[in-house]
């Protein structure tokens, strides 16, 4: 009887203590060896043994659950260290369809496995324990079951609450991140025994996850085969959230074909919340989405990159290459370009990857997860990576020499190559643009107005390409999306808010090369392009109005010289100065307000972020920092220059259009032509500069920091006290006539 006792210990029933499912199966009803954990407990005492007395009866009944929690949790254990779905090389095409199908059906568990194996560690513990108990009771006289009762009183503690947690994820079938945390839900309890062996378990796990976090923060590559990482691809997730990231991933893959490093930069992997512990913070999960990413990026340069840098050491024979702010920071990189054998060694060395897989060996080989050092290691790892990756963008790539690039074309700091471009397509732009040439007959001034002001020096003039939104031009089918995404560049609001006339769909384009297209995103460069549209429709409205003025002039000293000698019309001149001396003050309020305006922009706020960037970029050695600066920088010009702020951009592209019409009036008036026109145009200026006055100079405004400096811009304007004398009377003359609506108000 003792002996039956041990052997349903281990799981194994016979004729006086039965398995009640293996009952059922001998009466007709087969039990699958891969049935389903049982919920219930089906180890009972055979209903025809009379021999026993009721209390021992119990006390076997009692006993025996723990055979039955062993065997369950041994069945487990074996089903989840079950090998046989991996891929046998040998065999034939018919058998790997078989074996994916049934692949497929069980779902396999590398999670699940390593906690099978903590498992079967306790489950060895408590077979000991049997032996033990064995053999004491073969030493002794007299056995009794009191033997059993107190070797095996400990594990009542520890098998039923595995068992609950195996049939719990069976039941849910919980793997992955689900499973570590559900795990460390369970270490929390007041039983100091299950507590060490549930985290056990869970170090069981960890091994897993430090696994996958080793080859994705130390060689960039993803092991996860069965989708239970918290880092995963996009592709699984392009399929639930539709394909507008489908689409953008195709359009990133056309922008750079032989590269697949910005496609996954940009959009190859994301977060999967399902699967990450509660235990770790979302931001150090990022922080390890963020450094595996920039490893994969260090660990595969672009070939067009390693091009790049012979063409570069080339020119560098030629003469001598400095990278300005960065050489004297990095004495290994002061030829930073000269190596045309380029590769993700040097990018990224072993001994970086070394000491990141010696941080996580550290973890791994602790018997229990400290949060803090899981976090703490996790900043190192991606400080390590984003310091190399702001080497190579900054340092090898000469970021610095792209940013004022885009500083000299998009916001205009080459302010005579615009002048020159302006001035050569005025006469054009003057004419609605043609939709099949726009483009093409833009290139004319543009590439006169190169010749004259961009020296050979220049290496990015080449980078830039003036583009035109074009219309109803028969493409082919080829070159559709490479339109859009061209256009994805120009900001959304280019053909939807109010536009002084055709011409204002310029916009430029830029040729980024690897690495930096990880820096300038599409997003960036619609951010500049927005800022581009802006300051461009202004240096165009104040340039026409300079040359309005020049107009007048000319055609008063026409009508002086005609009637100087004239003693009947000698006076014709005086009345017609007489005439126009208000289209000349408003001319001069025009150009007044234009021209502080430009200053503002230029001086007060393009220069002034430019600089705080430009140390910033200096004290940096961090990628993400770098990213962060810049997108603050961007964020700074649109805001300080009013972009972001609907009423106030409405009332500036008014003011820019009545300066434009003003302008094209008074040189195609002839004489004493009615000026009506003239007077409208006036009078709407001064309500729209006047509600420009009041707007800005508002509390809101004027004493927030999102504009540090529009206090120098107001008190440019209002030197004399001429706006704020104007607003007034302009709100005296509102408050005169309550009967008007609120609405007719400037």
Known sequence: MLHELLLALLGYTGDLIVDEREHRQSLGLPLSPDAPISDERAFKLAPDVSFIEPSERDLIERLITLGFYYRELDRFATKSRNLSWIRSPNLSPLERISELSKKKEEKPSVYRRAIANGIVEILSVYRSAVLHIEQNLLSESLPILATVTQGLNKFYVILPPLYELILEIERNDIRGGQLLNLLHKRCHCGVPELQTCIQRLLWHGHQVMYNQLASWMVYGILQDQYGEFFIRRQEERDVDHGSSHADLSRRLSRLSTDDTSLTDWHLGFHICLDMLPEYIHMRVAESVLFAGKAIRVLRNPSTSFRFHDTASHQQMQRGPHKIQGFVGRFPFLKEPLVDSKLSGEELFPQSEADKIEAMLRDLKESSEFHKRSFECAVDSIRAIAAGHLWQLVVVRADLNGHLKALKDYFLLAKGDFFQCFLEESRQLMRLPPRQSTAEADLMVPFQLAALKTISEEDKYYSRVTLRMPSFGIPVKSSQVDLIKGKLNAAPPNVFSEMSLDGWDGIYLDYSIDWP???????????????????????????????????????????????????????????????????????????????????????????????????????????????????????????????????????????????????????????????????????????????????????????????????????????????????????????????????????
């Open 516 to 746: 930096l297209e990880l820096f300038f995103t599409q997003e960036v460069l619609s951010k500049y392009c927005r800022v581009f549209q802006y300051l461009l429709r202004l240096k165009r409205t104040q340039m026409e109005l300079d040359k309005s003025w020049a107009s007048m002039m000319h055609q008063d000293h026409v009508e002086f010289s005609k009637h100087v000698n004239d003693s009947v019309n000698s006076s014709r001149p005086q009345k017609r100065r007489q005439y126009l001396k208000p289209a000349w003050r408003v001319r001069e309020h025009m150009a007044f307000l234009i021209r502080n305006l430009q200053f503002y922009i230029q001086v007060d706020v393009i220069e002034s972020q430019w600089n705080v960037l430009q140390a910033r970029i200096q004290n940096s050695n961090d990628f993400t920092e770098l990213v962060g600066y810049h997108q603050e920088y961007l964020s700074a010009l649109i805001s300080q220059s009013f972009l972001d702020i609907g009423s106030v951009s409405r009332i500036l592209d008014s003011i820019m259009k009545l300066c434009l019409q003003f302008c094209w009036t008074v040189e195609n008036q002839d004489g004493f032509a009615n000026t009506a026109e003239l007077e409208q145009i006036t009078e709407e200026f001064n309500k729209k500069s006047n509600s420009l006055y009041t707007i800005l100079r508002s509390s809101r405004l004027a004493g927030s920091q999102r504009a540090p400096f529009l206090r120098r811009f107001l008190l440019r304007l209002n030197f004399n006290s001429f706006f704020e004398a104007t607003a007034k009377g302009v709100l005296n003359i509102v408050r005169s006539h309550p009967a008007l609506p609120v609405l007719n108000q400037p």
